[in-house]
Nanobody, 126 residues
Framework: EVQLVESGGGSAQSGGSLRLSCRNS????????MAWFRQIPGKERETVAS???????YYSASVEGRFTISRDAAKSELYLQMSSLKAEDTAMYYC????????????????????WGQGTQVTVSS
């Protein structure tokens, strides 16, 4: 059974930093592609960052240059380092996963992902 558990959310001041973690159980490191999404109540869930089979990162335009997606094989964890935070980054953040064999690794489409975490809230105050 696949389980994704996010942590690291919380409150930060505008211009500050936070690091989110997503612990993955059920997929091995070499058999998974993962991504970060976020959602504000009443709005569609949107992509933040993803990585391809070759671990090339992709970022949404709104976070490019401020956020960094990375993975740790030993810990089976996915990270999102968020810097220069803005009030508009306030949202519930979710990690998502799909098999690395999928043609959709790196996809920004949420319907391509099989598995989701429960989310972690990030609140940025100006």
């Amino acid at each position: 059974e696949v389980q994704l558990v996010e942590s690291g959310g919380g409150s930060a001041q505008s211009g500050g930093s936070l690091r989110l973690s997503c612990r993955n159980s059920g997929y091995t490191y070499n058999n998974v592609c993962m991504a970060w999404f976020r959602q504000i109540p009443g709005k569609e869930r949107e992509t933040v960052a993803s990585h391809t089979r070759a671990d090339t990162p992709y970022y949404s335009a709104s976070v490019e240059g401020r956020f960094t997606i990375s993975r740790d094989a030993a810990k089976s964890e996915l990270y999102l380092q968020m810097s220069s935070l803005k009030a508009e980054d306030t949202a519930m953040y979710y990690c998502a996963a799909l098999p690395r064999s999928s043609d959709y690794c790196g996809s920004f489409r949420k319907d391509r992902y099989n598995d989701w975490g429960q989310g972690t809230q990030v609140t940025v105050s100006s």
